[in-house]
Antibody
C-alpha cells in the first residue's frame, strides 16, 4: 500500500528556516517523480517544486532561491528545505508522487501545516 | 508565464444533472514527447486532492465513469454526466507539460 507521510511543519517567525520531510513507502521511491504542493488557508492549490527520477529539480518562481527539494533514496524520504520564510508561505504542504510514466500526481499525503508569523 | 484559467469558479448543480468545467491555457500543453499533460483533480472538504483524469481523457483507477475529460491543445473540459452527493468539492485542472507546473484556480461544485 502506497503511503506518504509528511512531517516537520510548525510555527516559525518570518526569516526563519524549516525542513519538511515526506516518508514514502509501498513503492520503489527512486523510480518516481515527486512533488511538493501547498495550499494556503482557504485558497487553491499551488505547485511548489518537483524532483525528477534523475534528480532534476524544478521550482515555482515564488520559492526559487529560497526552497530546495531533495530526496534520500536510502531512506525513501523526500525533503523540502525552506529558508527565508515569509508570511505568504503559510500553507498546508502536501507531498505527492507522479503516476508511473505519466506526468500527473496520483497519490498525495495528508499534508503538514506551516505557519509563518511573528 | 503560462496562465491556466478555469470557468466557472463556482457551480451550483442539481443532483442527477450534468456539470461541466472548462480549463484554458495560454500555451499549448502538448509535451515534446507528443502527449498532452492536462490532469483533473478533485478535493473534497478536509481531504488532500485526488487524481481523476490524466493526459486529458484517461480516467484514473477507481474513478467512476460519470467523469469524462476531453479537449486538446489549450482548451479542455471536465464533464460529470450525473452529479452525485459525493461529487461536492473543488475541482482543479493542472498542467504538467512544462517543467513549471501550474494549477487552475479551482471550481467549487456545490449542490
Amino acid at each position: 500500500e502506497v503511503q506518504l507521510l509528511e512531517s516537520g511543519g510548525g510555527l516559525v517567525q518570518p526569516g526563519e528556516s524549516l525542513r519538511l520531510s515526506c516518508a514514502a513507502s509501498g513503492f520503489t521511491f527512486s523510480n518516481y517523480v515527486m512533488n511538493w504542493v501547498r495550499q494556503a488557508p482557504g485558497k487553491g492549490l499551488e505547485w511548489v517544486s518537483t524532483i525528477g527520477r534523475s534528480g532534476s529539480t524544478y521550482y515555482a518562481d515564488s520559492v526559487k532561491g529560497r526552497f530546495t527539494i531533495s530526496r534520500d533514496i536510502s531512506k525513501n524520504t523526500l525533503y523540502l528545505q525552506m529558508n527565508s520564510l515569509r508570511a505568504e508561505d503559510t500553507a498546508v504542504y502536501y507531498c505527492a508522487k507522479d503516476l508511473a510514466g505519466v506526468l500527473a500526481p496520483d497519490f498525495w499525503g495528508q499534508g503538514t501545516l506551516v505557519t509563518v508569523s511573528s | 508565464d503560462i496562465v491556466i484559467t478555469q470557468t466557472p469558479l463556482s457551480s451550483p448543480v442539481t443532483l442527477g444533472q450534468p456539470a461541466s468545467i472548462s480549463c484554458r491555457s495560454t500555451q499549448s500543453l502538448v509535451h515534446s514527447d507528443g502527449n498532452t499533460y492536462l490532469s483533473w483533480l478533485q478535493q473534497r472538504p478536509g481531504q488532500p486532492p485526488r487524481l481523476l483524469i490524466y493526459k486529458v481523457s484517461n480516467r484514473f483507477s477507481g474513478v467512476p465513469d460519470r467523469f469524462t475529460g476531453s479537449g486538446a491543445g489549450t482548451d479542455f473540459t471536465l464533464r460529470i454526466s450525473r452529479v452525485e452527493p459525493e461529487d461536492v468539492g473543488v475541482y482543479y485542472c493542472m498542467q504538467t507539460a512544462l517543467t513549471v507546473r501550474r494549477f487552475g484556480q479551482g471550481t467549487k461544485l456545490e449542490i
